[in-house]
């Protein structure tokens, strides 16, 4: 998920453009926080939900499969991601996923 919004943020920030991540525990909410920012234009006004729908792209040469993919599985794993536009320009991805450990298979008892 985070390597796809890298990849984006890096080919819509070109040259001389930045990208910022962060991530906090939540206030008790039990979530984790993670935010990719960008200095690139931005997402289209309007678009901010479209971009997340299967097959849709603002590429020339995208699939638009890559953010659907990247919604579908944060939301798999009881996470939610949203995205909008900075207020100094370029696009702010914020994904919450759940910050409490789960037993794996081999550890159970």
Known sequence: VFVNIL????????????????SRLGAGDGR????????GP???E???ERIF???FTTKTDG???????????VEAH??????????GGGALFTAWLPASETESP???G
């Open 7 to 22: 990849l984006n943020a890096a080919q819509a920030a070109p040259d001389a453009g930045e990208i910022r991540i962060s």
């Open 32 to 39: 984790v926080e993670v935010k990719v920012e960008d200095t």
């Open 42 to 44: 931005g997402i289209p």
């Open 46 to 48: 309007g678009q901010e």
């Open 53 to 55: 729908d299967p097959f």
């Open 63 to 73: 699939t638009g499969l890559g953010l659907s993919m990247s919604r579908r599985t």
């Open 78 to 87: 009881s996470g939610s991601i949203s995205a909008t536009n900075r207020p």
């Open 106 to 108: 081999e550890t159970e």
